[in-house]
Protein backbone atom coordinates (compact mmCIF):
# COMPACT_ATOMS: atom_id res chain seq x y z
CA UNK A 1 0.00 0.00 0.00
CA UNK A 2 1.36 3.47 -1.08
CA UNK A 3 0.36 6.88 -0.29
CA UNK A 4 1.40 10.28 -1.79
CA UNK A 5 0.53 13.58 -0.21
CA UNK A 6 1.34 16.19 -2.22
CA UNK A 7 1.46 20.01 -0.33
CA UNK A 8 3.11 23.48 -0.92
CA UNK A 9 0.93 24.61 -3.69
CA UNK A 10 -0.28 28.11 -3.77
CA UNK A 11 -1.12 31.27 -5.22
CA UNK A 12 1.64 33.84 -6.05
CA UNK A 13 2.13 36.24 -8.99
CA UNK A 14 4.74 35.81 -11.71
CA UNK A 15 8.30 35.88 -11.09
CA UNK A 16 8.13 34.43 -7.47
CA UNK A 17 8.92 30.92 -6.41
CA UNK A 18 7.58 27.85 -4.53
CA UNK A 19 8.12 24.53 -3.04
CA UNK A 20 6.39 21.59 -3.56
CA UNK A 21 6.74 18.46 -1.40
CA UNK A 22 5.38 14.97 -1.62
CA UNK A 23 5.53 12.89 1.06
CA UNK A 24 5.21 9.02 0.78
CA UNK A 25 3.92 6.34 3.30
CA UNK A 26 5.19 3.18 2.10
CA UNK A 27 6.44 0.06 3.32
CA UNK A 28 9.23 -0.73 1.27
CA UNK A 29 12.60 1.31 0.87
CA UNK A 30 11.91 4.55 -0.72
CA UNK A 31 14.89 5.14 -2.16
CA UNK A 32 13.83 2.22 -4.84
CA UNK A 33 10.98 3.76 -6.38
CA UNK A 34 11.80 6.63 -9.36
CA UNK A 35 9.45 9.28 -8.67
CA UNK A 36 7.82 12.10 -10.41
CA UNK A 37 5.19 15.14 -11.04
CA UNK A 38 2.82 15.89 -13.66
CA UNK A 39 0.85 18.75 -14.06
CA UNK A 40 -2.89 19.56 -15.43
CA UNK A 41 -4.26 22.81 -16.10
CA UNK A 42 -8.23 23.14 -16.80
CA UNK A 43 -9.35 22.16 -20.37
CA UNK A 44 -5.82 20.15 -20.85
CA UNK A 45 -4.20 17.11 -20.61
CA UNK A 46 -2.14 15.96 -17.44
CA UNK A 47 1.76 16.65 -18.48
CA UNK A 48 5.09 15.84 -17.49
CA UNK A 49 6.70 18.04 -15.30
CA UNK A 50 9.87 15.78 -13.79
CA UNK A 51 11.21 13.05 -12.76
CA UNK A 52 13.84 11.58 -10.71
CA UNK A 53 15.80 8.56 -10.53
CA UNK A 54 17.74 6.51 -7.33
CA UNK A 55 20.08 9.07 -7.19
CA UNK A 56 19.64 13.24 -7.70
CA UNK A 57 21.83 12.74 -10.52
CA UNK A 58 19.14 11.24 -12.64
CA UNK A 59 16.58 13.60 -13.26
CA UNK A 60 14.43 14.42 -16.32
CA UNK A 61 12.39 18.07 -17.33
CA UNK A 62 9.77 19.20 -19.57
CA UNK A 63 11.34 21.59 -22.15
CA UNK A 64 9.18 24.41 -20.41
CA UNK A 65 10.34 24.10 -17.36
CA UNK A 66 14.10 23.64 -17.88
CA UNK A 67 16.10 25.85 -16.10
CA UNK A 68 13.16 27.18 -13.40
CA UNK A 69 12.82 23.68 -11.77
CA UNK A 70 14.36 21.51 -9.86
CA UNK A 71 13.29 18.08 -8.69
CA UNK A 72 15.57 16.04 -5.84
CA UNK A 73 14.73 13.64 -3.15
CA UNK A 74 14.97 13.21 0.53
CA UNK A 75 14.81 9.59 0.73
CA UNK A 76 15.38 9.22 4.78
CA UNK A 77 12.23 11.27 4.79
CA UNK A 78 10.43 9.34 1.93
CA UNK A 79 10.00 12.91 0.45
CA UNK A 80 10.44 14.23 -3.19
CA UNK A 81 10.43 17.76 -3.44
CA UNK A 82 9.92 20.12 -6.60
CA UNK A 83 11.72 23.90 -6.42
CA UNK A 84 9.73 25.92 -8.64
CA UNK A 85 11.35 29.43 -9.54
CA UNK A 86 10.44 32.46 -12.08
CA UNK A 87 7.06 31.19 -11.76
CA UNK A 88 4.98 31.92 -14.97
CA UNK A 89 0.96 31.85 -15.51
CA UNK A 90 1.44 29.11 -18.02
CA UNK A 91 2.48 27.10 -14.48
CA UNK A 92 -0.79 27.12 -13.23
CA UNK A 93 -2.53 24.09 -12.91
CA UNK A 94 -2.75 20.96 -10.06
CA UNK A 95 0.11 19.31 -9.57
CA UNK A 96 1.00 15.68 -8.88
CA UNK A 97 3.44 13.59 -7.84
CA UNK A 98 3.66 9.80 -8.39
CA UNK A 99 5.97 6.74 -8.22
CA UNK A 100 6.86 4.08 -10.01
CA UNK A 101 6.67 0.74 -8.52
CA UNK A 102 8.84 -1.41 -11.14
CA UNK A 103 12.38 -0.48 -9.68
CA UNK A 104 14.19 -0.03 -12.90
CA UNK A 105 15.55 3.60 -11.74
CA UNK A 106 13.15 4.48 -15.02
CA UNK A 107 12.57 8.00 -14.97
CA UNK A 108 9.72 8.26 -17.95
CA UNK A 109 8.13 10.54 -19.14
CA UNK A 110 4.79 8.92 -19.50
CA UNK A 111 2.32 8.84 -17.03
CA UNK A 112 0.84 5.29 -17.65
CA UNK A 113 4.45 4.15 -16.50
CA UNK A 114 3.70 5.61 -12.54
CA UNK A 115 1.74 3.37 -10.74
CA UNK A 116 0.19 5.43 -7.53
CA UNK A 117 -0.68 9.21 -7.54
CA UNK A 118 -0.95 11.98 -5.31
CA UNK A 119 -4.40 13.41 -4.83
CA UNK A 120 -2.46 16.90 -6.00
CA UNK A 121 -2.12 20.62 -5.01
CA UNK A 122 -2.99 23.38 -7.00
CA UNK A 123 -0.53 26.07 -8.22
CA UNK A 124 -2.09 29.50 -9.29
CA UNK A 125 0.36 31.97 -10.99
CA UNK A 126 -1.26 35.79 -10.83
CA UNK A 127 0.47 38.12 -13.62
Known amino acids: QVQLVESGGGLVQAGDSLRLSCAAS?????????MAWFRQAPGKEREFVAA????????RYADSVKGRFTVGRENGKNTVYLQMNNLQPEDTAVYYC???????????????????WGQGTQVTVSS
Open 26 to 34: IRTAFSWYS
Open 98 to 116: ALDRSVSNSISSYASEYDY
Open 52 to 59: IGWTAGTT
